[in-house]
């Protein structure tokens, strides 16, 4: 299973649970990164996501984040091709990072990219056509993984 975790599920881990759907998030990306730290699943990642983790303002925040990031299995790189495809979901309304996160994505051939953001996966929703990869909220997405392997 090849993944792309964006800097919003790593997040997740450090917010206080003041909702159920808060700790099923987080709960749910601890399980993902545990897959990823054995290599059950490879976890693709980008100088993006670095760049997003290493300006967290919150010191404790930033290096707990980081600590995750050595699961990393791959970091892709930003080529001239996934430049020019996040410049087109700019188009398509998305936010530069969160662009560039999805065109990271598409160019590493993931099964999937998971986000907690609203913002991203209400857009996705909306231009899945046009997206050359899933993306989906990593609770959810565990929820039919773990329903899948156990019809």
């Known amino acids: 299973m090849k993944i792309y975790l964006d800097t919003c599920c790593l997040s997740r881990l450090d ?4 909702s159920v759907r808060i700790q099923r998030e987080a709960e749910a990306v601890e399980t993902i990164l545990n897959y990823c730290s054995t290599r059950q699943w490879l976890w693709f990642g980008s100088a993006v996501l670095a760049f997003e ?7 404790r925040k930033r290096d707990q984040i980081q600590s995750h990031l050595s699961y990393v299995y791959q970091n892709v790189i930003i080529d001239l091709a996934a430049t020019s495809k996040a410049k087109y979901f ?4 998305f936010k530069q990072g969160d662009a560039l996160h999805l065109a990271c994505a598409e160019s590493s051939d993931v099964d999937i990219f998971l986000t907690t953001d609203d913002g991203i996966l209400k857009r996705a929703k909306r231009f899945g056509s046009q997206l050359q990869v ?4 990593p609770y959810e997405w565990l929820q039919e993984v773990i329903r899948d392997e156990n019809p």
Do not use: P
């Not at 917010?15 to 003041?18: C, E, M």
């Not at 983790?53 to 010191?59: D, E, F, G, R, S």
């Not at 700019?90 to 309304?93: A, P, R, T």
């Not at 899933?134 to 909220?137: E, I, K």
């Open 15 to 18: 917010d206080i649970a003041t």
């Open 53 to 59: 983790v290493n300006n967290t303002q919150n010191q």
């Open 90 to 93: 700019e188009s398509l309304g």
């Open 134 to 137: 899933r993306v989906a909220n």
